[in-house]
């Protein structure tokens, strides 16, 4: 992959994502998301979704947590990258 599309989408880099996922977590699997915002609300047609919102280091990481959500049989109703923290990107070149 050329490094002009690795800037582009930002794979390498750190990002600030929220997940949003049908039900509720249980409390046992808390310990897996340390440093991640977890809250439960109603949202859309749905009346318990968590969100899950934090820096993830990269896509690896992203995909690792979806991974989990998935195995705890979650259904995955969103996943949105926020912003790029400017603190945390490399200088231009």
């Known amino acids: 992959m050329s490094e002009e599309i690795t800037r582009q989408y930002l794979f390498d880099r750190p990002g600030r994502y929220q997940i949003r996922v049908q039900g ?3 409390e046992i699997w808390l310990d897996h998301l340390e440093g991640l915002e977890i809250s439960t ?3 859309g047609g749905y009346p318990q979704v968590t969100q ?4 993830l280091a ?3 990481a992203l995909a ?3 991974e989990l959500l998935n195995d705890l ?3 995955i109703l ?3 990258r926020l912003q790029e923290d400017e603190s ?5 070149k």
């Open 24 to 26: 509720s977590l249980d």
């Open 41 to 43: 609300c109603s949202w």
């Open 52 to 55: 899950i919102n934090g820096l």
């Open 58 to 60: 990269e896509q690896i």
């Open 64 to 66: 690792g947590l979806l």
């Open 73 to 75: 049989g979650l259904v």
């Open 78 to 80: 969103t996943v949105e």
């Open 88 to 92: 945390l990107s490399e200088p231009e």
